[in-house]
């Protein structure tokens, strides 16, 4: 303000004085002027805020307050000199209206420019490539160059948009495309890339990221929008690009009518609440405001934690956490009988396709019989919705937990045929970050210096994350008519050998620190998985991006009597003598589905 008073009280003199050069600063005119001038400079200097603004981030909305302001300040002299000298001194006016100007906005972006060049100590920054010169990418360049705390200084921009190629944003020039970016870096000295385009599909993103990798610079991702607008991260705070973010595949929107009908205000049960997908699909549950979530599981600390998470989320649903093994038809009655659920999420399985090998019989117990357990259970207590959750490894299977999984789909279609409940089965591929996973593996690989095993350089798989696959678990229980198979367009499958590469760039290493080792192909495995068979296909999508699966006949008779001499073997200890492997694998599975 006292600046701002001095600038107004002698700005007028100095218009006299260059168009009147014997002018005297005590003449009568220039004095009434001023004063007048200062009053009326203030009064709107009050009134555009001018003295609330933080300079240090100035820009065009702070230059029109200041325009405002000195505009209706200099108007206010003309009735002022109207009324005291009969004439207006119009050149002089406009020559204070401009040193005004000058003076006054140049003492304001002086200083943000003292700060950016001084105070910043940009020298000491990782110079830093933005790709995306749009209003993220700006927005970005604004937070970086105005933020002490940030070790990143915007240098360059990169953008596909030819307009805005050769041009300058927030005095950082666009020198080219996302194709460029390895030149860019060699010449401009980058040691630092952030992605900053928000609406970019998954696929441009890997596209991105490949030619980023060929730099062996760090590369970034800004924050979603959402996560900005709501606060939870400022613009400034980059995440580092998650193998997550390269699947290319967009995620699945969820029917949320459909849900809130199947689940608001009901009764839903999740076997295997403690798991990786039994979890998410809880979290997610809570999310459309059921009555009651009976949270079922046989390990007690994992319950547990996903039982306080959901109660301190969600205080207003009654959280049921039980102790209970599916194998125990009895205590699944039990549990059935007590809360008569509405909707069944039946997660509970042996997934780990090794170690099912050395261990059939847990696999049988566990994948057939409880399924048959809780299914059955399910249609003695009037549940309406059966969702069992199955895998891609159910198709053609060639290892024990394949082949349970599909007579576990064999006994939930033949349920749907006897019963009021609707039975449904929803398969997918590899679950990203799920226990047993190998993206968990392939990071202590890493962190221990390698080397990453790999089974085959040609072993391929289908990827989701663990989120998109509970929320196609939920939306194939609110579109079932009963007996299908879902299954998720999960978009081209992934080699493993490609994941490893990308998860040790990700990680900051190249592939001659990291090495990759291939071990063989373990029992059981195949070199790829196939989503449906060739007699379930059905060509149409049913809901944008999931399919139905048709449903071949079964002779469900073969199962169950497979079952009962299972079951009375392992009363007699001969369960590996009467357990032929071979009844569970593809060759036996096709005699099954065999209707005589």
Not at 283 to 304: A, M
Not at 363 to 392: C, L, P, W, Y
Request: aromatic content about 8%; glycine content about 6%.
């Amino acid at each position: 303000m006292l600046v701002d008073s001095i600038i107004v009280m002698f700005s007028i003199f100095i218009g006299y004085w260059l168009l009147v050069s014997n002018t005297s600063i005590f003449d009568t005119v220039i004095i009434i002027s001023s004063i007048t001038l200062l009053i009326s400079h203030h009064i709107f200097a009050h009134l555009f805020r001018l003295y609330k603004r933080v300079w240090q981030y100035a820009s065009i909305q702070e230059l029109l307050g200041i325009f405002r302001a000195i505009t209706f300040s200099i108007l206010m002299l003309v009735p002022v000199q109207l009324l005291m000298f009969g004439t207006v001194y119009t050149r002089t006016l406009v020559i204070t209206w401009m040193l005004h100007i000058l003076l006054i906005g140049g003492a304001r972006f002086s200083w943000r420019m003292y700060r950016d060049s001084i105070i910043n100590n940009n020298h000491k920054k990782n110079r830093t490539l933005i790709v995306g010169a749009g209003a993220a990418g700006s927005m970005v360049a604004r937070q970086l160059i105005n933020s002490e705390m940030s070790e990143l200084f915007p240098v360059a921009f990169v953008d596909d948009d030819l307009s805005k190629q050769h041009l300058e944003i927030m005095g950082c020039p666009v020198l080219g495309g996302t194709k460029d970016i390895q030149m860019i870096v060699e010449e401009k000295g980058i040691e630092h890339i952030i992605i900053a385009i928000p609406s970019l599909k998954k696929q441009q993103l890997n596209d991105i990221f490949k030619e980023a990798a060929k730099t062996k610079v760090k590369t970034q991702i800004m924050p979603s929008i959402e996560d900005i607008m709501s606060g939870k991260v400022s613009v400034s705070e980059m995440r580092d690009v998650q193998v997550e973010d390269l699947l290319g595949r967009e995620p699945v929107e969820l029917d949320i009518q459909a849900i809130s009908r199947k689940l608001t205000g009901k009764t839903v049960l999740v076997t295997g609440a403690g798991g990786s997908i039994g979890s998410e699909v809880c979290r997610q549950v809570c999310g459309f405001d059921p009555e009651t979530i009976i949270l079922l599981g046989h390990g007690e600390n994992s319950i547990y934690l996903i039982e306080y998470e959901l109660r301190t989320s969600f205080p207003h649903i009654k959280v049921e956490p039980e102790i209970a093994d599916v194998q125990d038809a009895e205590r699944i009655k039990e549990v059935m009988e007590k809360y008569k659920p509405d909707v069944i999420y039946h997660a509970a399985a042996h997934k780990h396709v090794p170690l099912m090998e050395r261990n059939p019989h847990e696999a049988v117990k566990n994948n057939v019989i409880g399924t048959k357990n809780v299914a059955e259970a399910a249609d003695q207590f009037g549940v309406k919705t059966f969702v069992m959750v199955s895998t891609d490894k159910a198709v053609n299977p060639t290892s024990v937990m394949g082949a349970t999984k599909r007579i576990a789909e064999m006994i939930v279609q033949h349920m749907d045929l006897i019963s009021d409940t609707k039975f449904v089965a929803v398969r997918f591929g590899n679950v990203l970050g799920s226990r047993g996973s190998v993206i968990p593996l392939f990071k202590k690989q890493i962190a221990a210096g390698g080397p990453v095993t790999v089974t085959h350089p040609e072993m391929e798989r289908y990827f989701m994350t663990i989120p998109e696959a509970s929320r196609l678990v939920m939306q194939a229980g609110a579109i079932a008519k009963g007996g299908e198979v879902f299954v998720l367009d999960m978009g081209e499958p992934v080699k493993i050998v490609d994941l490893a590469k990308n998860l040790i760039r990700l990680s900051g290493f190249s592939e001659d620190e990291i090495e990759i080792k291939f071990s063989g192909m373990r029992p059981g495995e195949k070199l790829f998985e196939e989503l449906l068979g060739a007699d379930e296909v059905h060509d149409e999508q049913i809901y944008p991006m999931i399919y139905r699966g048709k449903t071949p006949p079964i002779n469900v008779n073969v199962i169950f009597e497979l079952i009962n001499e299972f079951e009375k073997a392992s009363v007699d200890s001969l369960r590996d003598e009467v357990l032929d492997i071979a009844h569970f694998r593809v060759e036996s599975l096709m005699k099954l589905s065999a209707v005589k």
